[in-house]
Nanobody, 127 residues
Framework: QVQLVESGGGLVQAGGSLRLSCAAS????????MGWFRQAPGKEREFVAA????????HYADSMKGRFTISRENAKNTVYLQMNSLKPEDTAVYYC????????????????????WGQGTQVTVSS
């Protein structure tokens, strides 16, 4: 089993920055990738970014490219999401997720590819 705990969310003005963290505990070997998703009120959960654990290859949703950066710290089993130039439409609950299968190499954008999920952290961007 894996437990994921997100932190770092909050209220920020448009144009500001936040850094989210997700600490993983429990099973720590053979992780394939970790990802971030978000869900705004009344909308489906959508892919934000993913990182392959072994070599840090990253993927981003188009609307986040250039503004968001995903990174990981192996020693702490932690993944980060640096969010810059935030917009009101970035307001959502942000979830981290853990994937243990090579399937994620191709389907990193799919919720179904991930095995474990955190509880989420709220990000609110005011205009």
């Amino acid at each position: 089993q894996v437990q994921l705990v997100e932190s770092g969310g909050g209220l920020v003005q448009a144009g500001g920055s936040l850094r989210l963290s997700c600490a993983a505990s429990g099973r720590t070997f053979s992780r394939y990738a970790m990802g971030w998703f978000r869900q705004a009120p009344g909308k489906e959960r959508e892919f934000v970014a993913a990182i392959k654990w072994s070599d840090s290859i990253t993927h981003y949703a188009d609307s986040m490219k250039g503004r968001f950066t995903i990174s990981r710290e192996n020693a702490k089993n932690t993944v980060y999401l640096q969010m810059n130039s935030l917009k009101p439409e970035d307001t959502a609950v942000y979830y981290c997720a853990d994937c243990w299968r090579p399937y994620c190499g191709t389907y990193y954008y799919s919720r179904a590819a991930y095995d474990y999920w955190g509880q989420g952290t709220q990000v609110t961007v005011s205009s």
